[in-house]
């Protein structure tokens, strides 16, 4: 059974609580959705969608069992082979998962999960506190800043651009337009410091990586 996106949040809100990783869920979601589109896969964005809102299932409550927990969670709910592998695949390296990321789909979700967060924590450092106006500029100088939102990894997102074969340039650019246009992303209207620094990776809480870009 591949969840459609909505029944993907429903799943998410049952093992999470946070707003924070919940927003987080929401945007890597509609980032891949967007990434789905701009890659071919147009015909695939719901399954890009389900896959992004799921990656982090287990990460609320089970912080030190990442992406083991989430495929015991996903194969009990009858979810389908490709969408935990995808989910799981995020976490190669990091993780005790066995799934490296080979697909468009993994690779994407490898490359742009990190970044999602490291571009949340530079926009609550910017004075619109809005995605809309965040350059590749200002995001390369938050990069190069190994202390600003030290639990993004910076090597993690180096990889995932590897892996695509694209300059880390691109892939900034790419991910700075798909939080554009993703709803759940900070557009300045409300702030959503909730997001702002969010990973969804093993290395650290995404609260620890907010604090870390206050603190810059």
Same mark, same amino acid.
């Given at each position: 059974?591949?969840?459609?996106?909505?029944?993907?949040?429903?799943?998410?809100?049952? #093992?999470?609580?946070?707003?924070?990783?919940?927003?987080?869920? @929401?945007?890597?979601?509609?980032?891949?959705?967007?990434?789905? $589109?701009?890659?071919?896969?147009?015909?695939?964005?719901?399954?890009?969608?389900?896959? %992004?809102?799921?990656?982090?299932?287990?990460?609320? @409550?089970?912080?030190?069992?990442?992406?083991? &927990?989430?495929?015991?969670?996903? @194969?009990? $709910?009858?979810?389908?082979?490709?969408?935990? @592998? $995808?989910?799981? !695949?995020? %976490?190669?390296?990091?993780?005790?998962?066995? #799934?490296e990321p080979e697909s468009d789909l993994e690779k994407v979700l490898f490359a742009a999960d990190e970044l999602t967060g490291l571009i949340g924590a530079a926009v609550l450092m910017?004075?619109? /506190? !809005?995605?809309?106006?965040?350059?590749? /500029?200002?995001? *390369? /100088? =938050?990069? =190069?800043? *190994? =202390?600003?939102?030290?639990?993004? !990894? &910076?090597?993690?997102?180096?990889?995932?651009?590897?892996?695509? %074969?694209?300059?880390?340039?691109?892939?900034?650019? /790419?991910?700075?337009?798909?939080?554009?246009?993703?709803? !759940?992303?900070?557009? %300045?209207?409300?702030?959503?410091?909730?997001?702002a620094g969010a990973t969804a990776t093993s290395t650290a809480p995404a609260q620890s990586v907010a604090s870390s870009a206050t603190q810059a």
């Amino acid at each position: 059974m591949v969840p459609t996106p909505e029944e993907a949040l429903e799943l998410l809100e049952r #093992y999470n609580q946070d707003p924070f990783h919940l927003t987080h869920g @929401r945007i890597v979601g509609e980032v891949l959705r967007w990434y789905a $589109a701009d890659m071919g896969h147009a015909d695939e964005a719901d399954l890009w969608q389900t896959v %992004g809102t799921l990656h982090d299932l287990d990460f609320e @409550r089970w912080p030190e069992e990442h992406c083991v &927990r989430e495929e015991q969670l996903m @194969r009990e $709910a009858g979810i389908d082979e490709l969408v935990i @592998r $995808a989910c799981c !695949s995020h %976490g190669w390296g990091l993780t005790g998962t066995p #799934y490296e990321p080979e697909s468009d789909l993994e690779k994407v979700l490898f490359a742009a999960d990190e970044l999602t967060g490291l571009i949340g924590a530079a926009v609550l450092m910017r004075p619109s /506190k !809005s995605v809309d106006d965040l350059t590749v /500029k200002s995001l *390369k /100088k =938050k990069f =190069k800043d *190994k =202390k600003f939102a030290a639990g993004c !990894s &910076r090597d993690v997102i180096g990889q995932g651009a590897d892996r695509l %074969g694209w300059e880390l340039a691109t892939l900034m650019e /790419k991910t700075i337009e798909a939080m554009r246009q993703s709803p !759940s992303a900070p557009h %300045g209207d409300e702030a959503n410091g909730h997001e702002a620094g969010a990973t969804a990776t093993s290395t650290a809480p995404a609260q620890s990586v907010a604090s870390s870009a206050t603190q810059a």
